[in-house]
C-alpha cells in the first residue's frame, strides 16, 4: 500500500490513507508520524480496531494515561481498560446515559475548546479517538490550529505571552458549566498545576499557544487580567477560518497532538448512540511525534514485551 497524505485546510489537518493501522508497516508508521507532525491532525478512515488494536497503535507512539474517570471507585465503567477514555453517551447496559448522570455531566466539558489532559502535570501529547458509532447528525469534532494563532500574533504581544506560566485545572474547567461534584480523592488526584503559555515544537521549531478551557489564570498577573489574556487569546485561535470541523464516520480514526492544538466536541442528538473512545500518550519527553515513535521501536526492540 502507498501512504498518501491530503491536506485538509489552509494552515492544518491532513487525511492519510493507504495505512491498516490494526498491522501497520513501520514504514507506513513512520509517514503517519511525520504528517502528525506537520500537520498536527491527522484523519485515517475505514480502519477496524479493537479497544486492544487501539491500545497498541498509540502505545507506539508513549506511554498512555489513565481516563480521568479512573479516580473514583463508584465511577461505572463501560469499558474495562483504563487506558480506553470512554468518550461515548453510553452507560454500562450501552443505552445513552440520563441527562443528570454524573460522567455525561462531566463530559459535556468536551464541548468547550481545550487540550486534552493540560491539567496534568505530564499532559497529553497525542490522542487518538476513534468512531465506532456515530449519530446521524451533528456530534461533528472541531479542531483549531494554535500554531497558526501563535505566529498571527502581533509582534508586541507575541513577546509578551514568550514567558507566561499559565495554571490548569480540571476543577476550573469544569466549574466554568457549573460542575463542581468532585470527590476529595478527585481533587487531591487532580491538583492545579502550571505549563507555559508558549509551547515550542520538537519537530520543526515553530511556537503554538498552549491553552484551553482548563487554563484558570496567568501565574504572576491579577487573576482576571489572566484571564481576559486567555480568553483574548482563544477568542483570536479559534476564528471560523482558522477550525477544520471533523464530520465522522464509523471507523474514522483521528489523531491530534495536543501540543499544538485545541479541539472541541458539537452538540447532537443524545437519544441516538455516539460510541468514540480515546487514547492518549502522555507528553514525557520533549520529542516531535517521529522521534518519539523511532525511540520507542528501538527500546522495545531491544526489551521485548513479553507474551
Ligand atoms: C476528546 C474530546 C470531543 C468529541 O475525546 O478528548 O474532546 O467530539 N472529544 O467527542
Ligand atoms: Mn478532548
Known amino acids: 500500500m502507498t501512504v498518501t497524505v491530503t491536506r485538509l485546510h489552509e494552515t492544518f489537518a491532513a487525511q492519510v490513507s493507504g495505512i491498516d493501522l490494526a498491522h501497520p508497516e513501520d514504514r507506513a508508521l513512520g509517514q503517519l508520524a511525520a504528517a502528525i507532525d506537520e500537520y498536527g491532525v491527522v484523519i485515517v478512515r475505514d480502519q477496524t480496531l479493537t479497544n486492544e488494536d487501539q491500545i497498541a497503535l498509540a502505545s507506539r507512539f508513549g506511554l498512555l494515561e489513565p ?8 465511577n461505572r465503567q463501560r469499558i474495562e481498560r483504563k487506558e480506553i477514555v470512554d468518550v461515548s453517551n453510553l452507560d454500562e447496559n450501552d443505552r445513552p446515559r440520563a441527562v443528570d448522570d454524573r460522567l455525561r455531566m462531566l463530559l459535556l466539558g468536551n464541548r468547550l475548546w481545550h487540550t486534552d489532559s493540560s ?23 472541531e479542531f483549531a490550529d494554535n500554531r497558526a494563532a501563535y505566529e498571527t500574533l502581533p509582534s508586541p504581544l507575541k513577546q509578551r505571552v514568550d514567558d507566561m506560566l499559565a495554571e490548569h485545572a480540571l476543577m476550573y474547567s469544569r466549574e466554568q458549566l457549573g460542575f463542581t461534584d468532585f470527590s476529595q480523592e478527585e481533587r487531591n488526584a487532580l ?63 483521528v489523531i491530534w497532538d495536543n501540543r499544538c492544538t485545541m479541539h472541541r466536541g458539537k452538540p447532537y442528538d443524545e437519544s441516538y448512540p455516539r460510541d468514540l473512545r480515546r487514547v492518549t500518550t502522555s507528553d514525557t519527553e520533549p520529542l516531535s511525534t517521529y522521534d518519539m515513535l523511532q525511540r520507542r521501536s528501538e527500546a522495545s526492540r531491544e526489551a521485548p514485551a513479553r507474551a
Do not use: K
Not at 491539567?119 to 447528525?137: D, I, N, W
Open 67 to 74: 481516563s480521568v474517570t479512573r479516580y473514583r471507585a463508584d
Open 119 to 141: 491539567f496534568r502535570a505530564t499532559p497529553g501529547a497525542l490522542s487518538m479517538l476513534y468512531a465506532r458509532v456515530v449519530p446521524p447528525a451533528g456530534g461533528e469534532t
Open 191 to 253: 491538583p492545579p498545576v502550571r505549563h507555559p503559555l508558549v509551547r515550542s515544537s520538537p519537530a520543526h521549531g515553530r511556537r503554538a499557544l498552549y491553552m484551553g478551557s482548563h487554563a484558570s489564570h496567568i501565574v504572576g498577573l491579577p487573576v482576571p487580567e489572566g484571564r481576559m489574556i486567555l480568553r483574548d487569546l482563544l477568542e483570536h485561535a479559534t476564528q471560523r477560518e482558522r477550525v477544520y470541523a471533523h464530520a465522522w464516520h464509523v471507523g474514522d480514526l
